[in-house]
Nanobody, 129 residues
Framework: QVQLVESGGGPVQSGGSLLLSCAGL????????MGWFRQAPGNERERVAT???????TYADSVKGRFTISRDNDKNTVYLQMNSLKPEDTAMYYC???????????????????????WGQGTQVTVSS
């Protein structure tokens, strides 16, 4: 059974940084798309970043240049380094696993949350101004 366990959230001031971690249990993260998603009250869940086999990444426009997704296969852990945080980044952050997609010569990950089969319990990030 696959379990994803997030950690690293908390309160932070605007402009600050946080590092989120997602440890995979019962899976091998390098075989799948791994994504970070977030959901603020009243909003739909949205893709923040994804990482595919061979390390190709995607980011939401709102976080490009500020957030970095990475993966440590030996630790079976995915990270989200968040810098220059803004109040609008406040949300519950979720880690998720989904199937790799393959097209032409490369693997890629889709952005829709509906593509992802396993989810962590979430970690709250609160950015104060």
């Amino acid at each position: 059974q696959v379990q994803l366990v997030e950690s690293g959230g908390g309160p932070v001031q605007s402009g600050g940084s946080l590092l989120l971690s997602c440890a995979g249990l019962g899976n091998t993260i390098s075989d799948y798309c791994m994504g970070w998603f977030r959901q603020a009250p009243g909003n739909e869940r949205e893709r923040v970043a994804t990482i595919a086999k061979h390390g190709s990444t995607t980011y939401a426009d709102s976080v490009k240049g500020r957030f970095t997704i990475s993966r440590d296969n030996d630790k079976n852990t995915v990270y989200l380094q968040m810098n220059s945080l803004k109040p609008e980044d406040t949300a519950m952050y979720y880690c998720a696993e989904g199937p790799l997609r393959y097209f032409s010569t490369h693997y890629y990950c889709r952005a829709s949350p509906s593509e992802y089969n396993y989810w962590g319990q979430g970690t709250q990030v609160t950015v104060s101004s």
